[in-house]
């Protein structure tokens, strides 16, 4: 397997804590975070590798929206 640069670390990181994120969800609107998670970065997905200003701007404002959805009164997500 290939050696991952420092900012391919910090997307799989922020992925994975999303989804570590989804497990606290109630379980009936779980499926809709995890579906908003993978279509979040999913959108991004073409997005060239050498752009790093773009690729680091995407990760703190998804660092910022997880913060927000990570609250427990954070329950449904519409996406």
Known sequence: ??????????VLTLYRRCL????TKPTETRANFERFTRKEFGKNMALDK???????????K???QLEIY???GVRNIAG
């Open 62 to 64: 998804g660092t910022r």
């Open 1 to 10: 397997m290939a050696r991952l640069s420092g900012l391919q670390r910090d």
């Open 20 to 23: 570590r994120a989804c497990r």
């Open 70 to 72: 990570e609250q427990a």
């Open 50 to 60: 050498k752009d790093f200003g773009t690729i680091e701007f995407l990760l703190r």
